[in-house]
């Protein structure tokens, strides 16, 4: 595979659930998937997906021999052994890949991986539990944080505005938030711009502070 040709191509290594999930749906996407995976079952389930390399990744030797440093971007999915995650995050931060992501089980192992030079952590339970958690009530239909307290929600529109022409800009200023776009029903998405009357059954997508959007969502 030439050189030119791995611009937007993924390495991910593990193909446990999470590893699996990732490769699976890249492929969906039209990336172009190598995965790496020590447990040669593993390895065979996977292999008419997308292209499996059985191969120990521990081994700076063996990812070199795979020529994984013209990969742009890695996944690091091994979480069952933290000191192979450590191993393998620093292999490939060695090797010089400018995108490595890895998983980690736990904010040690998470540490760990800052440290050494690993570009994203990835914490996928802490993360999942966090989602549900805003989504439990039934007020959000979507929940994701994407860092420094700041917001993005997929919601009802409220009923207290319901009916209502609505100046985008007063959102802002009365609530904090920033409305996206609406989902009427049976109706394709909208961005929202200058003015907006919000019906029952539309689907708002609003960002904003953490604390913001979760007092906007509770006028549900």
């Known amino acids: 595979m030439a050189r030119e040709k791995r611009s937007e191509a993924v390495l991910v290594i593990g193909l446990g659930r999470f590893g699996a999930s990732i490769a699976t749906t890249l ?10 995976e020590s447990d040669p079952a593993v390895a065979q389930q996977w292999a008419s997906h997308f292209r499996v390399i059985e191969a120990d990744a521990t081994s700076i030797d063996a990812l070199e021999q795979l020529g994984v440093h013209d990969f742009p ?13 450590v191993l393998i995050a620093t292999n490939l931060v060695d ?3 400018k995108q490595v992501w890895a998983k980690a089980t736990s904010h040690a192992h998470g540490t760990i991986l800052s440290r ?3 570009h994203h952590v990835i914490y996928p339970e802490h993360d999942a539990g966090e989602r549900v958690a805003h989504m439990v009530s039934g007020k959000m239909l979507d929940y994701i944080e994407i860092e420094d307290d700041f917001a993005v929600v997929k919601m009802f529109a409220p009923r207290d505005l ?7 800009s ?14 009427e029903p049976s109706r394709p998405f909208r961005y929202a711009t200058g003015t907006a009357t919000f019906s029952e059954g539309d689907i708002l997508i ?10 906007f969502v509770n006028r549900i």
Do not use: P
């Open 73 to 85: 971007f890695a996944v690091v999915a091994v979480g069952s052994s933290i000191e192979a995650s």
């Open 27 to 36: 492929t969906t996407l039209g990336r172009e998937v190598l995965a790496v």
């Open 170 to 183: 007063d959102l802002q200023e009365k609530f904090g938030i920033t409305l996206i776009g609406i989902k």
């Open 95 to 97: 090797l010089g890949l």
């Open 206 to 215: 609003v960002s904003g502070a953490s604390d913001a959007v979760e007092s």
């Open 162 to 168: 319901l009916n209502r022409s609505i100046n985008i």
């Open 116 to 118: 050494i030079g690993t």
